[in-house]
């Protein structure tokens, strides 16, 4: 005669089903997540900063469409930053973890000469630089999350890479396509980790992100 189930092992039972289930649903989900917005030929093309990380860890790529030309899209681009024009998502967020950071729904004149080689911060002075600034085409972010002052962008010191890429398919209109890449770092497991655990978090912040910007955008372009 079968013993009964005793609670702890139904509730334990429960979890390790219920955990297979989120493990199974979140693997797939993950890819749409990892190219959210963005066309099987955007996400299979090579873009500038791919060669600054040759065996990463982490490859996304997103996309969204604009009701306005690449000028009016570069200026929220090219002011973001703590301390600068935030990254116009979900600030609540980010000030939980003390990032201190406040989204700009005005294009700031100052913030706008951005050049090779200048800080965009994340956190009290610590981000990544701009290698690559086209105006209204590309901005490439690359290095570590606080390099060395004067350090010039190379593979050995690239721990991501984070690029905005502007195409007007017609005019008036743009297409934004922004990839990330992350470099293995060591240990192995922890980096695998690691990136596990931010994939979610990253998805859901860059894709507010590119909504934000998008709103701006077309808001100001709408209210003349």
Known sequence: MSMPLSIPLIVALLIAILAVL?????????PRMLQWGATPAEAGHAMD???LISDPILVTTRAISVNVGPERVWPWLAQMGQGRGGFYSYEWLEN???LDIHNSDQIVPE???LKPGDLIPFWRGAGVNAAVVDPRRLLLLAG???PPRGQETGSSDVGGTWVFALDEPQRGS???VVRSRVAKFQPAWLSAVFMRVLEPVHFVMERKMLRGIRDRAERMSAAG
Do not use: H, S
Request: no cysteine.
């Open 22 to 30: 989120a493990v199974a649903g979140y693997v797939a989900v993950r």
């Open 174 to 176: 743009t297409r934004m």
């Open 49 to 51: 900063g791919d060669e």
């Open 111 to 113: 913030l706008q000469d």
């Open 96 to 98: 939980l973890v003390g």
């Open 144 to 146: 570590t999350l606080n």
